[in-house]
């Protein structure tokens, strides 16, 4: 186990603390387009590594959404957030889930990105051939990068993704994360929490998309809402920044 609280960096000193989690092909610079469009005299920000990612790339672990919850919190505590919102992307959508679920009375807020619900995610023979041969073979993290945000961007853009996740992620981490946030099931623990929900999902998106949410977390969630960004897919914090910090911070200062 690791004793240091995990990477991060903290933007902001504002009195509403926010932990942000990353995709399985980012780290916590994954937001880094959105950084610009934060208020930060309302808001602290901290935005974290996983094992595996970023400045934990030689951390070893066991690659579990418990253990990416366990050391957000643990970094939460570290930084004297006794209560705080909490902003997942994709896997961390899910990932902020089990924060949740472990800490209840911690989390003010709740805003999962394109994210993967905390059922997991049932894929068919070639989706899964397709997903987890992403660990050895980038023409498979490219692939995934241009089907889910709708075939229509600039492949120098999905190029530059797929090199930052592999220079930035550990082969074994984006193996083992998937089967993490694919096969991991613990909707029971969350179903029917009251706190204030919102889920963002990009227009383009054809897999995390509007019905996957209506069938999941607008279940599972009494005070839930579903917003559908306009010209994003899979990736809102790169494909429409100013938005995203707009839309996040609005339903955080409600």
Known sequence: MSTAPNTHHVVGTGPHHVLVLHGWF????????????????DFTYAFMDYRGYGGMREVHGAFTMDEIAADALALADHLGFAQFSVVGHSMGGMAV???????????????????VPASGVAFDAAGWA??????????????IIDYTTGNRLSPAWITSIVDYSLAHATRDAIDRYLTAWAKTDFSATIRGMSL?????VGEHDPALNAAVMQATF????????????????????????????????NFLRR
Do not use: W
């Open 26 to 41: 980012g780290d916590s610079h994954a937001f880094a387009p959105i950084e610009s469009a934060l208020t930060r005299s």
């Open 130 to 143: 397709l997903f987890s041969g992403a660990a050895d073979n980038p023409h498979n993290r490219f692939a």
């Open 196 to 200: 204030p929900v919102k889920v963002i």
């Open 97 to 115: 889930q089990r924060m949740l679920s472990l800490a209840p009375d911690r989390v003010r807020k709740l805003v999962a990105l394109t994210p």
């Open 218 to 249: 607008l279940e599972h969630y009494p005070a839930c809402e579903l917003e559908v960004m306009a010209n994003a897919g899979q990736y809102p914090m790169h494909e429409t920044p100013v938005a995203l910090a707009t839309s996040i911070e």
